[in-house]
């Protein structure tokens, strides 16, 4: 649990950053990726460096647990797809990408997303109360208690 706390301690305020930049500064995320998506190279090294992140927790946290730790696998996966797909097919990327920048709402919707999946994170990663493994519970109920 702790190696998750940690991922969502890293994922969650760079989710939320990313967010509030759609959202707060829409036409200039529009030109930034329009300028980018024309960019062949910039779109293999960010497959690279999704890539590498995404092999990275996935190598460290792939947990298919019924509980909240499922969004940092899915998010490994994710980005371990999406850097294969940057980096071996670049033209699908811009063609792809330059048709979901044409929607208006593109960048409030991804905005909010990101925003929310962000604060998510960041409430288990920094908030959430510490829990005990089941045999740590198990370890700790059965230490005999000191007497003061």
């Not at 409030?108 to 990101?114: H, L, N, P, S």
Request: charged fraction near 15%; hydrophobic fraction near 55%; glycine fraction near 10%.
């Amino acid at each position: 649990m702790e190696r998750s706390r940690f991922i969502a301690k890293l994922i969650g305020p760079v989710c939320i950053c990313g967010g509030l930049g759609m959202l707060f500064n829409t036409a200039v995320f529009k030109a930034m990726f329009e300028h980018g998506l024309h960019d062949h190279l910039l779109i293999y090294l960010a497959g690279f460096i999704a890539l590498t992140g995404g092999l990275a927790i996935v190598l460290l946290h792939n947990k298919w647990e019924c509980n909240w730790t499922v969004i940092i696998t899915l998010f490994g996966w994710l980005a371990v797809i999406g850097g294969i797909i940057r980096m071996v097919v670049p033209q699908v990327v811009e063609e792809f990408g330059m048709r979901l920048i044409a929607y208006h709402t593109f960048f409030v919707m991804d905005g909010w997303i990101a925003v929310l999946l962000g604060v998510l994170l960041s409430y288990f990663g920094f908030l959430s109360p510490p829990t005990l493994s089941p045999t740590r519970a198990a370890r700790a109920s059965s230490r005999p208690r000191r007497r003061r």
